[in-house]
């Protein structure tokens, strides 16, 4: 685990690194929101997002939630990106306003990278597995809607803080409004549950009682900003966090409504609209400029079966999160090369319990420089259809060699 850790900061060091370089050729008095768009910029935002995500990879959660986290992640990674470039960009010049040496500047601003993505990343890692696990908890709880009760618990050890104990046994339906403010993780490293708990053993808490002891519990956290709740939300942080202000909570764009923005004129609303929109309009034209394939058919000549893409195939490969997001997407419009040049490895069972797939056959590329396995499942009527791609290395343990 510690092995994986570090490289993962390596690799984040790494396109830091690149990152800045960008950083280091702009001009003028101010940053240009762009860059987070150029490709350094991008693969560095997907690479944090990346480690986020595998905060939460063995929670078990439905596939619609996990790409609503996902994209929380990257938002989150996004904003946080801006604030390193924000924060690196006056490092360009000395104290006598004249332009640094690259080498110099880089030097200067490893500080930011050492701050950010190291001590920062540790406690947000932690958050976002919590808000995961809790945002699964949630979807299970919807399931049986007001059947059980809902219970507020700690982790019942001497390091509980006294503030969130305060919390504990509060007993309340899951419609209550109680829990879209105060519904766990609330606060850096809390380890609070909710569990479902039966009607006629417990009895409930008073409303206006609950609403009090949360008052009391999060009085410290005098900006509220951990009042959310990841599974109504769908999202590992809250809109309001360390990178964004009060405001952020009640905007238009955190709600998804892009279409009714009034973005004001400051840096950090042009970034977040900015990031919104990466989010999102990457996969959007690629999938426009990958419709021609919708109906045609690709060839292995290690594979001797026909492959058929669809408009499912289309859609679940640009929304498939990817470390190299950009590279994934665009791969697809080259994929009959693609494939025909993929190493075929092997079949896995159909472990999801997808109706009428009889197996999926894995087949190996590369997507800058790093290996993937390509998806394609074998349907009981006799066709094979391109399903999607994956960076997980977990995926080469189920195979089973052909």
């Known amino acids: 685990m510690e092995d994986e850790a570090r490289l993962m900061r390596d690799k984040l060091t790494e396109r830091f690194d690149r990152m800045m370089k960008v950083l280091f050729r702009q001009e003028g008095a101010n940053l240009e929101i762009g860059i987070l768009a150029s490709e350094e910029a991008q693969d560095?935002?997907?690479?944090?997002?990346?480690?986020?995500?595998?905060?939460?990879?063995?929670?078990?959660i439905s596939e619609a939630m996990r790409k609503r986290l996902e994209r929380s992640n990257y938002v989150f990674s996004g904003l946080k990106?801006?604030?390193?470039?924000?924060?690196?960009?006056?490092?360009?010049?000395?104290?006598?306003?004249?332009?640094?040496?690259?080498?110099?500047?880089?030097?200067?601003?490893?500080?930011?990278?050492?701050?950010?993505?190291?001590?920062?990343?540790?406690?947000?890692?932690?958050?976002?597995?919590?808000?995961?696990?809790?945002?699964?908890?949630?979807?299970?709880?919807?399931?049986?809607?007001?059947?059980?009760?809902?219970?507020?618990?700690?982790?019942?050890?001497?390091?509980?803080r006294p503030t969130h104990a305060e919390m504990a046994g509060i007993t309340l339906p899951?419609?209550?409004?109680?829990?879209?403010?105060?519904y766990p993780p609330n606060g850096w490293g809390c380890r609070c549950s909710v569990v479902q708990v039966r009607k006629s053993k417990y009895p409930t808490t008073d409303h206006e009682e609950a609403m009090a002891r949360g008052e009391s519990a999060l009085e410290l956290d005098k900006k509220g900003m951990f009042r959310f709740n990841a599974g109504m939300e769908q999202k590992t942080m809250p809109d309001y966090?360390?990178?964004?202000?009060?405001?952020?909570?009640?905007?238009?764009?955190?709600?998804?409504?892009?279409?009714?923005?009034?973005?004001?004129?400051?840096?950090?609303?042009?970034?977040?609209?900015?990031?919104?929109?990466?989010?999102?309009?990457?996969?959007k034209q690629t999938r426009a400029a990958a419709k021609p394939l919708q109906g045609t058919i690709i060839r292995n000549t290690h594979f001797h079966h026909d492959v058929n893409i669809t408009g499912t195939s289309i859609r679940e490969w640009t929304n498939q999160p990817h470390k190299h997001f950009k590279a994934k997407n665009q791969m697809l419009l080259d994929i009959n090369n693609v494939f025909s040049n993929a190493a075929y490895l092997g079949t896995t069972d159909n472990h999801k319990g997808i109706k009428r797939v009889?197996?999926?056959?894995?087949?190996?590329?590369?997507?800058?420089?790093?290996?993937?396995?390509?998806?394609?499942?074998?349907?009981d009527w006799g066709e094979y259809v391109l399903h999607s791609i994956s960076d997980s290395p977990e995926l080469y343990n189920k195979i089973k060699k052909e």
């Not at 809902?150 to 982790?155: C, E, F």
């Not at 899951?174 to 105060?182: L, Q």
């Not at 609303?269 to 996969?283: I, P």
């Not at 009889?358 to 499942?377: C, D, P, T, Y």
């Open 81 to 160: 990106t801006f604030h390193e470039l924000n924060e690196a960009f006056p490092s360009l010049l000395d104290e006598n306003g004249n332009r640094k040496t690259f080498e110099r500047f880089l030097n200067d601003v490893r500080k930011i990278d050492e701050t950010y993505n190291s001590n920062y990343l540790r406690a947000e890692f932690n958050f976002v597995q919590a808000s995961a696990e809790m945002a699964a908890k949630w979807e299970r709880f919807m399931q049986d809607g007001d059947r059980y009760y809902l219970q507020y618990r700690t982790a019942g050890d001497a390091k509980v």
């Open 241 to 283: 966090n360390p990178y964004t202000i009060k405001r952020c909570k009640d905007c238009d764009m955190s709600n998804g409504k892009m279409e009714l923005v009034f973005v004001p004129e400051n840096e950090l609303c042009a970034a977040c609209k900015l990031v919104r929109e990466l989010a999102k309009t990457d996969a």
């Open 44 to 60: 560095f935002i997907e690479a944090h997002s990346s480690v986020l995500n595998g905060s939460f990879r063995q929670v078990e």
């Open 358 to 379: 009889v197996q999926s056959h894995i087949f190996e590329v590369e997507v800058s420089g790093e290996k993937n396995l390509l998806i394609v499942r074998e349907y």
């Open 174 to 182: 899951a419609s209550d409004p109680f829990w879209e403010e105060f």
